[in-house]
């Protein structure tokens, strides 16, 4: 049986398909690295987007955790300093 080639996927098309908090997750990702290209993105620059985040299932899961967002924020500034 022979496959034949997928269609590329356009860049919007595939932003279209996320969440609004993943798509703003991306952003803001791409955002970073896009200011500074010659810095790898840790774990930590993940966290601190996510934090940003007001919706979507990382902010429930921090809410139902009892993470307190603001702490975990200043440690992840003191981490990328």
Sequence with gaps: MKSTPAEPISERSRLIQFQNSASDLIKS????????KHK????AHVLSAVLQL???????????LGIDR????????????
């Design 54 to 64: 007001n919706k979507g299932v990382a902010a429930r899961a921090f809410r139902g």
């Design 29 to 36: 990702l791409y955002s970073l690295k896009k200011s500074d």
């Design 40 to 43: 790898p993105i840790l774990g």
């Design 70 to 81: 603001e702490n975990l924020a200043k440690a992840v500034s003191v981490e990328l300093c």
